[in-house]
């Protein structure tokens, strides 16, 4: 493209100079035939010869002189011409004596004229002038004519010249066009031009389908892209790209991490009431990218995950508690104890269902009881009772009862760690539940509650805390 548009620029720039250059040619030729005819008028004795000699001739006086000036001049001929427009004077002597061939009556008016126009000699540029005697009448015309070969010998003659320019532009150019399409080149890793536009909508698909906040800053801090992730952690607007960082959020911790004025990893940041992690990395070009994650929701998604395990950890303990019955059981009706082992059934059945019904008549929530009776099993299998407080009474209807369940089973599992280590000083270890429901204030904060887990030795921490 870049050398099509060099060979182009330079034809089109040849062309516009080519086009004047003739005319100007033209020109040029007109006014040497004008001037050559000037000087032939005003040759002393030219009009005197011309009224006083008794008829045009090819040996005549008028014929010589501009036969001379024909020759020393390099004319194509030099006409003299009477009155009546008859010729005295011809480049081909038999042509003297015949009338001229183009209108000579402008001449004989008194005025001069310069033209391009065609007679016996072919195109030629021509000069006419007036031929006067010494009292200043009009007595002929003196007609001159310069062969438009000559003409367009000269303008061939300037075209090799400039086409030597013009390929020496050209060449220019192309070098030109060459350095830039390699620069080019290396900027876009060779890379075609369709490839770069797939990049680009690739980029901007992953940008904005991505549920994590990029943010981009320039050099000079202002954001220069921004996607929807990030717009709605930062409570961004699209109008927002290109204004300064402080300017769009304002100064305060987030503007500082993410102008890199807060240093390191997994930095905290709040925004609207959301907490944030940011991490930023610099770019070549003096901006910056800074990446956000919102950790309220990865708080929520871990809470979630531990309540599931708890709930596996409950359905497995379940199974091998289930499976450790049916081995006795099995065992006893083998070795014909019968009676014993309907002893047996009965006794675990009725600690199994009395220990649900405690709990779904305290606890009404679906999700908190069946967690207490899983960690009853966990419980029951590690040789440590759980129940449930007497005073204990729970409705079903919960603010946010994910959120408790978490709370719930990290406690008791605290508490059952604790409890199972006093087992081996001999003690019977117990863990007690209590939950009620508490007033809420108006401000909405949650009056003090009595310690939901209480065992008879302190909790060791896990590693999970509750939240």
Not at 206 to 216: D, F, N, S, T
Not at 235 to 251: C, I, N, S, V
Not at 371 to 397: F, M, N, Q, Y
Not at 423 to 428: A, L, S, V
């Amino acid at each position: 493209m870049q050398l099509a548009i060099a060979t182009g620029v330079t034809a089109v720039a040849t062309g516009l100079f080519l086009a004047p250059l003739s005319s100007e040619l033209d020109d040029q030729a007109m006014d040497r035939a004008l001037a050559i005819a000037q000087t032939t008028a005003v040759q002393p004795g030219l009009a005197h010869d011309l009224t006083s000699s008794p008829g045009p001739s090819p040996d005549g006086p008028v014929q010589r002189k501009a036969e001379r000036i024909r020759k020393a001049t390099g004319a194509g001929y030099v006409v003299v011409v009477d009155e009546r427009g008859i010729r005295w004077s011809h480049a081909e002597p038999e042509r003297v004596g015949e009338p001229v061939s183009t209108d000579p009556s402008r001449a004989l008016a008194g005025q001069e004229v310069r033209q391009i126009d065609k007679g016996t000699l072919g195109r030629s540029a021509r000069g006419k002038v007036p031929l006067r005697d010494a009292d200043g009448e009009v007595v002929g015309a003196v007609s001159v004519g310069i062969a438009y070969d000559s003409v367009r010998d000269r303008l061939l003659g300037q075209v090799p010249e400039l086409l030597a320019y013009a390929g020496g532009a050209l060449g220019v150019g192309v070098l030109a066009a060459l350095l830039v399409s390699r620069r080019l080149q290396r900027q876009t890793h060779d890379l075609a031009f369709s490839d770069i536009s797939a990049l680009l909508a690739e980029r901007e698909a992953m940008l904005h389908g991505i549920r994590e906040g990029v943010v981009a800053l320039d050099h000079r801090g202002r954001i220069r892209l921004v996607n929807d992730e990030a717009q709605r952690l930062l409570e961004l607007r699209p109008e927002d790209t290109g204004r300064p960082l402080e300017e769009a959020l304002g100064h305060g911790r987030t503007a500082d991490v993410l102008a890199g004025r807060a240093t390191g990893t997994d930095l905290l940041a709040v925004r609207g009431g959301r907490v944030l992690l940011a991490n930023r990395m610099p770019t070549d070009d003096g901006g910056a990218v800074a990446t956000l994650r919102d950790r309220t929701e990865l708080e929520l998604l871990g809470r979630e995950l531990d309540g599931s395990r708890g709930l596996i950890d409950a359905l497995r303990a379940q199974d091998h508690e289930h499976a450790n019955r049916m081995h006795i059981l099995l065992g006893l009706l083998e070795l014909g104890l019968h009676d014993e082992a309907l002893d047996y059934l009965s006794e675990a059945v009725g600690v199994r269902r009395a220990t649900a019904e405690q709990i779904a008549e305290r606890v009404h929530d679906p999700l908190l009881a069946a967690l207490l009776v899983g960690k009853a099993t966990v419980a029951a299998e590690r040789g440590v009772a759980l129940r449930i407080a007497p005073d204990s009474a729970l409705p079903d209807r919960l603010v946010d009862p994910r959120e408790l369940a978490s709370v719930v089973g990290n406690l008791v599992d605290n508490a059952l760690d604790a409890a199972a280590g006093a087992r081996d000083h001999g003690h019977e270890p117990w863990v007690e539940v209590e939950l009620r429901a508490c007033d809420v204030t108006e401000a909405g904060v949650p009056v003090p509650a009595p310690v939901p887990a209480r065992a008879p030795a302190p909790a060791p921490a896990r590693g999970r805390p509750p939240p």
